[in-house]
């Protein structure tokens, strides 16, 4: 879930007949062009997955540059992502594009302090280029090299917009392609609150709200059920991810510029072992936070979040808008405190289609 938004688009989500909920806010790419150390075209062709610690697991890409249209680099530059997979062990991270070897692409680029580059703004920060055609902006890559040479000004008027294929995603293993999810059909281990809300909310407002985001989802109709809350704890240190064996939601500091970041730890085999889920300590969280301009509505980016738990993908089209795990949002959202069809679709395609419980 990101930030980052233009007044059109602000303009043109307020105006719709439902309010577009918390998530990640839309970047325009003149925004984008303006916060990037660099701007480049170049081709993914090399890759390195490195363990930084226990359960810590990131991917370094080798990228071969083409044109460079802002930053000072040479001939190559290597862009680190968080997660990948190590001998049958893997880390996964929501909000986080993926790369393929061989793929050419425009990016726009952050720094980080050991001078590898992160994409910014998410999957809105990689461009997609193929066959002559700049995918995710829907125009020609000739169009897009003539917008470039003008920088952030060139830029105005394009929006990210893919076109839709599903209207759920499955996360999948790289490697062998099998299916992951909790072979149990409920969290190992059952869940844990951490109470470390800057906003003041209380222990029973959290466990009210993240409860009722659960049930959204054990109401799905299909063989699973995350329970209830089954530990509250009050650690004021535990602001990141931590492979512990826990599977804990906290508030702390989530990938950059996202609302909240949800980890996940899986065998190859297609096992989920952990999830944690970090909501942003900097903004301000409400229960509820409905209409709510200055607040982000818990419940609602909870229930985004536990999809992520579940294994299923971000939707990134505007065809998607409907659903709780499209991936942009407002202050104020409380659309996603229940599920759209593509939820419902998605989470019976995991673990089967079951009687709802009386």
Request: net charge negative; with cysteine.
């Amino acid at each position: 879930m990101r930030r980052g938004l233009t007044t059109l688009l602000l303009a043109f989500f307020l105006g719709l007949a439902f309010s577009l909920q918390a998530l990640y806010l839309s970047i325009d790419p003149p925004e984008l062009w303006d916060s990037s150390s660099a701007v480049i075209i170049g081709k993914v062709t090399d890759s390195q997955v490195q363990e930084e610690g226990t359960g810590n697991i990131a991917t370094y890409f080798t990228i071969s540059l083409e044109k460079v249209f802002k930053g000072n680099i040479s001939k190559y530059l290597l862009l680190r992502l968080p997660g990948g997979e190590i001998n049958g062990f893997g880390l996964s991270v929501s909000d986080i594009p993926k790369l393929v070897k061989g793929e050419r692409l425009l990016l726009f680029l952050g720094e980080n302090p050991d001078h590898s580059f992160y994409i910014l703004g998410g999957f809105q920060g990689k461009i997609s280029l193929k066959n002559g055609n700049a995918l995710e902006w829907n125009i020609t890559e000739k169009e897009l090299l003539q917008r470039l040479s003008l920088g952030s000004a060139g830029l105005v008027g394009l929006e990210y917009n893919p076109s839709a294929t599903t209207s759920y995603g499955i996360c999948k293993d790289s490697v062998t392609g099998n299916k992951i999810y909790w072979t149990s059909g409920a969290p190992t281990g059952g869940w844990t609150i951490n109470d470390n809300d800057p906003s003041g909310l209380s222990s029973q407002q959290l466990q009210d709200a993240y409860n009722a985001s659960a049930n959204a989802w054990n109401q799905a109709g299909a063989c699973f059920s995350f329970g209830s809350v089954t530990n509250i704890i009050s650690d004021s240190s535990l602001t990141s991810k931590k492979q512990d064996g826990v599977n804990v939601l906290t508030f702390g500091v989530p990938e950059s510029g996202a609302f909240a970041t949800t980890y996940y730890w899986y065998y190859s085999s297609g096992q989920l072992i952990e999830c944690d889920t970090v909501f942003d300590n900097t903004l301000t969280w409400a229960v509820p936070g409905c209409n709510n301009r200055s607040a982000y509505d818990l419940q609602n980016v909870a229930t985004h979040e536990f999809g992520h738990w579940l294994c299923l993908n971000d939707l990134t089209s505007r065809l998607d808008i409907l659903e709780t795990m499209f991936l942009y949002g407002l202050p104020g959202g409380c659309q996603k405190q229940t599920l759209y069809s593509g939820d419902i679709a998605g989470i019976q395609a995991i673990y089967g289609a079951c009687k709802k419980k009386d």
